[in-house]
């Protein structure tokens, strides 16, 4: 059974440094696997044709990945790129293209093993080991929330990119209407920074990016997400509870019942943005 000292669990919820989040994804990312089967850490665009968490999380990535116009791009900079099942789908569906994942989490890089077209980078999202003016795409997939300063990301995203280059995100936002009463338990267990979209297109802008296309989908992606919870909660939990204490089972039931509530009331949201220069 995987032990989790409450009391570091909170640290690493309010403090959210680099170390902080690396322990958390270590201590909680088997739980994402546990419950969806698969080894995809965001929380997918649901729909009528996708409505098992594996079928959703694989349509974010393909969504994603045509916003970012993957079948025309050569090489590739996936920033937080988690367990890499992102870049091998892909990369499966795109076969021309060479993926470097970088992920400062270096447990989770080990995980897939060695894999064609794909380089794994051991760095932090601030500080990137790559060339000026090197690569086609720079892409976060439900990661920039955890960059710190997200800003110095930008800059660094910008310097990477030849002049043709795209900037994509994939983000959980907050809405001016969020605050830490509304918020609620998600205040603490979504260990993240809590954005807006106004601050995110500022930054983006101040840095010379310009936002070409933009799509708030939080609809699709929490109360669906929350909904399987719920409806397979009895089969789920058995299996979370064969790893973990009961508490984890039951803050996780909380923070999906909480994010959608918020979502519905439009506290939350989660935006895609394209960006070049």
Not at 1 to 25: A, C, G
Not at 87 to 110: A, E, G, M, T
Not at 166 to 176: H, K
Request: net charge positive; aromatic share 10%.
């Amino acid at each position: 059974m995987v032990s989790i000292n409450p009391i570091q669990l909170l640290l690493w919820t309010f403090r959210r440094n680099e170390k902080d989040v690396v322990n958390l994804y270590s201590a909680l990312s088997p739980v994402m696997q546990i419950a969806t089967g698969g080894s995809m850490l965001n929380f997918g665009y649901w729909s009528s044709n996708h409505t098992d968490p594996i079928s959703a999380q694989n349509n974010l990535c393909m969504i994603f990945a045509d916003m970012a116009e993957l079948s025309s791009a050569k090489c590739v900079v996936d920033v937080g790129s988690g367990l890499s099942a992102p870049s091998k789908l892909w990369r499966d569906n795109f076969p021309n293209v060479v993926f470097y994942d970088v992920n400062i989490n270096f447990k989770q890089l080990l995980f897939s093993g060695l894999q064609k077209n794909i380089e794994f980078v051991n760095a932090t999202s601030t500080k990137l080991p790559i060339a000026s003016e090197s690569v086609d795409r720079v892409l976060a997939l439900e990661s920039a929330q955890h960059f710190k300063p997200l800003s110095d990301f930008i800059l660094e995203s910008k310097r990477m990119l030849k002049k043709s280059g795209l900037l994509v995100i994939a983000i959980p936002i907050t809405t001016e209407k969020s605050s830490f009463g509304k918020l609620g338990v998600l205040k603490f267990t979504w260990s993240s920074e809590h954005y807006t979209l106004d601050y995110l297109k500022h930054i983006l802008t101040t840095a010379g990016f310009i936002i070409s296309d933009e799509r708030l989908i939080g609809p699709n992606v929490y109360p669906p997400l929350a909904n399987y919870y719920i409806e397979n909660r009895s089969k789920l939990k058995k299996l979370i509870l064969s790893e973990y204490s009961q508490y984890v089972e039951k803050i996780l039931l909380k923070s999906l019942l909480k994010m959608k509530k918020t979502s519905e009331e439009k506290i939350i949201d989660y935006v895609l943005l394209k960006c070049k220069l």
